[in-house]
């Protein structure tokens, strides 16, 4: 039997569609993993979805976005997502909004961070910063009076001090005011504010006045650019860098903080959901080092784990932002509760 060329053509290309249809229909009919919330735990549940969506393409979709840790976590108490990416430990309002919707909530922590003083690198007189000094540069009380370098410290110069940091919807705000100021949310405003570290980055990189504060990653990511400043505790204390080495022993106080994800128990049952937290935890370990964050010890990574398949809720701090929290510390909270 003979056919015609063009019958053939036109037979092979509809069948094509219908494949491809077939495809787009069979994606577009996914069921949709929804993830928001903190900047600084966004680089590792991005990293955690990219792989967990190759090797279970089938599965679901999974949506990351960032809204900022207290953004996030307004969405997740209003059930518009399932997990909710926070740089710092829930608060007693988002608890109490969460209970009014009838939400209860798993607190998983998959990181540690090194929250990142950082200025430009043309900047040659800061050697490192006293949590005194940076008080003075943020507190409210120092709006529109602390404006040049030289009036947190005589000798240095009198050039402008610009500051850049992240806006209110941030746990990163949140925990830098608590860590600093000594009051979460207390902080001067007429500073370059954004929730996208990397409005920050660009500020910084490009004005050799300024300082800016952010997650250790997006450092890291920037190193070229920026240069990170050593932070003394207190009076009589070395300066300490922010690494994953001085993070892991504790040295690094009090801008060392645990990251988390909080889970939708009613999501939890929903196989592809579970099937993502199950991944995310086992894989975290090596994703946060690839996203160059702290990771957690692997006792605390199997700690969290238990916690999980026991669906332990709730949070063990409180409602509260607690600072200076060392690994070990988490891990005895953990363990406790």
């Not at 976590?73 to 919707?101: H, M, Q, T, V, Y």
């Not at 961070?113 to 003075?136: P, Y």
């Amino acid at each position: 039997m003979r056919f015609r060329s063009g019958s053939v053509t036109l037979a092979v290309l509809s069948l094509l569609w219908c494949t491809l249809g077939a495809t787009i229909t069979t994606a577009a009919e996914l069921p949709v993993i929804k993830i928001d919330g903190s900047s600084t735990v966004y680089p590792i549940s991005n990293a955690v979805a990219e792989a967990f969506q190759k090797i279970n393409k089938s599965t679901a979709r999974v949506s990351v976005n960032i809204s900022g840790t207290g953004g996030g976590l307004r969405k997740f108490c209003n059930g518009e997502i399932d997990i909710a990416n926070a740089s710092r430990p829930i608060l007693a309002a988002e608890i109490n909004a969460c209970k009014a919707a009838g939400i209860e909530f798993l607190e998983l922590p998959v990181a540690f961070d090194a929250l990142t003083v950082v200025i430009n690198q043309k900047n040659n007189f800061i050697t490192s910063l006293t949590v005194a000094e940076l008080k003075l540069m943020w507190e409210p009380a120092s709006q529109g009076k602390i404006k040049t370098w030289n009036q947190i410290n005589p000798a240095w110069p009198g050039t402008p001090l610009k500051l850049f940091g992240p806006g209110a919807d941030s746990g990163t705000f949140d925990y830098f005011t608590e860590a600093i100021v000594g009051k979460v949310r207390s902080s001067r405003t007429d500073f370059v504010a954004s929730e996208d570290d990397k409005v920050l980055v660009q500020g910084v990189s490009r004005d050799a006045n300024a300082l800016g504060y952010f997650g250790y990653s997006y450092f890291v990511e920037n190193s070229r650019h920026l240069k990170a400043v050593p932070i003394v505790e207190s009076p009589g204390k070395p300066a300490v860098l922010p690494s994953l080495e001085t993070v892991m022993s504790g040295a690094y106080r009090p801008l060392s903080r645990p990251l988390f994800i909080y889970v939708n128990t009613r999501s939890v049952s929903r196989p592809e959901v579970e099937e993502f937290i199950n991944f995310y935890l086992h894989n975290a370990p090596a994703m946060v080092k690839e996203v160059r964050s702290v990771p957690l010890s692997r006792t605390t990574y199997t700690q969290v784990t238990d916690n999980f398949k026991r669906r332990k809720t709730g949070t063990v701090f409180g409602g509260n932002t607690e600072t200076g929290l060392t690994v070990e510390e988490l891990l005895r909270r953990e363990t406790k509760h």
